[in-house]
């Protein structure tokens, strides 16, 4: 068994690592870290945990468990690290944005599984991607592979209350999202910075903007993205590029069928629909911005670099409704 | 015009006040205090009234304004009063807990038209009925009235976000009460003190237990409630006694009609159906909290207390979808 | 008073103006016409009207009205006016699509007072707006008003389920919307068609795209929309242009605040905010759609054509939680 | 491989069972039986499926399956059986209400576990619980067990938009249901006939009332009940009962912490709360209606039939949020 431990675990994407962790067939969850919680049980703060486990939030770290995943704040991977010692053999997923711009600081490699998965095998510290990177990258990394990234793309996309964490703002209180859409941080969100990234590794020469509109939207998980440029060759020809590109992707899937948020809430996979308008090629992709846009995708990742079966522990049931 | 001001600016129920007052034919709304907001402009907190007024927060009060809303936490109007002086003209209107329950240290009347229109009239100072009293007091008082609630009444209600106020807490946050349901302070709410305080008023020998089961529903505004009890005669009596009861009563009606949440909300009214099952009398009763349970009351109370028609100023549309 | 008509009187925007024109101090709401409730009170629908109104249903049509208005099936309104007489001085205000573009073969004025204030003062038959045209062509009017709309225009805008209208499907079902999100008939929503119409006739020479991605939110009612296109001048001029094209409209408002949906929720405004990115105006515009989308605009426009003032009968309290 | 076969595979229930077999580790899912949709996917209709199978709905039967679960509308699964012959060895699991009484006209047990655990390991044909039976009867049972169900039982429980089916009608319209509450069939829900005759079993003297006040919710998935009567012991006692009834359990769970639906959505499992106020004992019960309330207990039945481990397949990961 993998034994795993889990740094920084109150927040949303702990409880859904160790939601996923704990049903995980080749894993055993070590150790869950927490110094505002040590000595509470799991369920005391993940209130869905209870009759699943007795474990309980420690203040000790295990340095010689096989992987560890950093749910901390942005910022606070880097320094907790410099903290902390761990074993040779332990593997590291880092959940914040330390680690996901290459750098010659550290080796962590990006871990998007449909652009990295060699290096990803054969990595021992991956930068898992931020949640609306991995839904606007999957939509259009599949032309940047054919070079064909010319012109600017314009992204709109919504995220749930979930994608804001587990910290109370004006924004996310019951009563002023009920019910209500805004959009924020408009052509500046900080994601664009790995978006960027991971298409220039597949076209060196992308320039192009990536103009995006994020929006707040009314439920508690799961991101939809639209995103449509220009594209002169015909819709089967799209098609045919993405469906190569993923042709072995384990959660993302091209369908010629309308998409819909709830397809994919609670599952790891990513769903995509491409259309064509005049020169525009329209692509949709919906995912949950919990699972794949961050704990399941550390999952994923954690498989692939154990040699583990990519979908262990993985074939989630959709909530649907 | 009535000159009138609010005191405690930036909570839910003061926006209903402004809301409300700026419209009102009979109204000039003098002054909003607020210690936490002075020289911002009302639109800066009560984002709505963009449009509407260029009315800033004010950290001076008028005392010589002809009416002033307490808009305070529970246990600061006492304070505020203590600390502030009015002028002999100024009527009060208080929203919070403090000047409910009769007591020979103060002279405010407890606001509920339905019981007490005649003294409210004559009222100087009126301690506005809170949210979940008035949707069970009016459930149940045409009972009280003919002295004939002798038994055990059981009542379940379920409350909108907008009940709990601003705060952020574990239960406003979105991700939490987003598709879920809770019940909390089970046969203990403190709104139970203020229904008895009522029914005696009218059956002195009122002695059985309200049980009362409180509920955070995932909605923003509203308040559901049913209570049921056992009642001899058939249905036909109950409605005879209910209809005479709201017979002039300006936003309660009781109707055959199957009830809803969204018939009331924005409004100042409640409905009320009456059903029979064997020897139970079941009645349904919906209302808005922050209006017919709060701010819409309170100014039902002005109208009364000024001589103006009851319904001045309130006759809101209905935003029912 | 103006004796009204509501024609087709049991979908949502019947609801809405029978809740508006009831407390507006120069209408009487003469009849509501419905084939398929004749006989039955209008709250046996539109639910909220318990204690509002004794008003039945009919089957008869009142063809001395001063004003009427359609609330019919697209293609309806034809159909209708085809096979009914009205007299000379009766005024129609026509809520559906059927006479919104301009035509040889009738009279209508398309009814956006933004746009066409001085007609419709003047005009005895409106067509009245659709409703994601209303929030897109206020969003970027005051650029073709000034002949600078040059670039293709890129909108994204989302829906409350009441946009899609009473009848049931399976995207209307409360299991499949609730918490969920979609995209629908991107670049070919039908409303691009009046969008066009309205930016020619300020700008004759308008020709590029406007790329219109329309989406179902999981709200009930309001549309939230953001525009964004080349602009070569800078942010204060931007804001000079909307503020001098908007000087005078009675509820279309520009800010430079946030916005956010709930802030127009049951009110007759549309509430506009503009930023510069790069070269990248982006407009975002926010109102109700069953108001400024649809009934409130129509009566808007019939104070306008009864000389009345503009706002009567609209000063509505947001519902805004 | 346990061959299973779905009957009726468009509804909830049906995407549902679907789900769940699809990754369970002794189940081959060997047809979905559906008059309305043969040869479409089952992606067509249960839209999270696609990636997940390419198997098609079908108009033919495998008589010689192991397990066919019947998800029929309530009086068609008689219909059903009597029309159509199975072998000797397939066992019959039925989700419908037809089964669900003893009768001598049938040999079906009544599948909840907690129950009839016995009797359903060496059932052959199941009648499975419907959902707000389970939660209620899961509830109050271990008071029948110790035959001191005495008094009237004063229940309310509110159930999500996926309790009423896949059809539409008014009360499951989103812009119904949105944001609104409403109770419904209170005092003479059907589901109280099963719920007594469990009680009886344990229980044979019970004759008090159990007055049930169901309500709709709006959300989608989940009951969520509050059950109280006169309880002359202590709450220690209370737990005790409870906990000794519940030892070996597999989805059920008697805990000490505040309840909220949440908990349990997407999970199998019942979680319950108990409290004492003066001599009422008050338990809050929580639980998903598609899974425990439906198709999770009905292949918690199958495995028990089949000697598998009780929990085998549904560890499902709850989606919380």
Known sequence: MIEAGI?????????????????????????????????????SIHQDLIGETEIKFT????????VIFLCLGH????????????????????????FRQKSEDHDFVYGLPELNKDHIKKANFIGNPGCFATAI??????????????????????TG??????SLSETTHFSWRD?????????????LHEIGQSLKQLQADHEAAINFIPNRGNFSRGIHATAYTKFSADLGEARKL?????????????????LHLKQVVNT??????????????????????LLKGASGQAVQNMNLMFGLEEKMGLNLKASYF
Chains 1, 2, 3, 4 share one sequence.
Do not use: W
Not at 179 to 189: D, I, L, P, V
């Open 179 to 191: 019910n209500n859409f805004s959009a924020y941080k408009s052509f500046e969100h900080q994601h």
């Open 268 to 289: 790891n996979k990513c769903l995509m629909r491409l259309q064509k308008f005049g020169d525009n090629l329209l692509i949709t992709s919906v995912m949950d911005n």
């Open 161 to 166: 209350a979930t994608g804001a964490g587990t």
């Open 75 to 98: 910022g606070n991977s880097k320094k907790f690290l410099a903290e902390n010692q761990f074993s040779e053999k332990t593997k590291i997923v880092d959940l914040s944005t330390d």
């Open 7 to 43: 740094i920084g675990g109150a927040g949303y994407t702990a409880g859904e690592l160790i939601r996923i962790l704990l049903n995980h067939p080749e894993v055993h969850l070590n150790f869950v870290f927490s110094t505002s919680q040590p000595g509470k049980p799991l369920s």
């Open 137 to 158: 990258t999957l939509a259009i990394l599949p032309l940047a592979k054919n070079s064909i990234l010319k012109d600017e793309v314009h992204v709109n996309a919504v």
């Open 242 to 258: 993405y469906q190569e590109f993923y042709n072995d992707a384990a959660f993302t899937f091209v369908t010629e069928e309308e």
């Open 59 to 66: 203040d000790k770290i295990n340095s010689e468990a096989d």
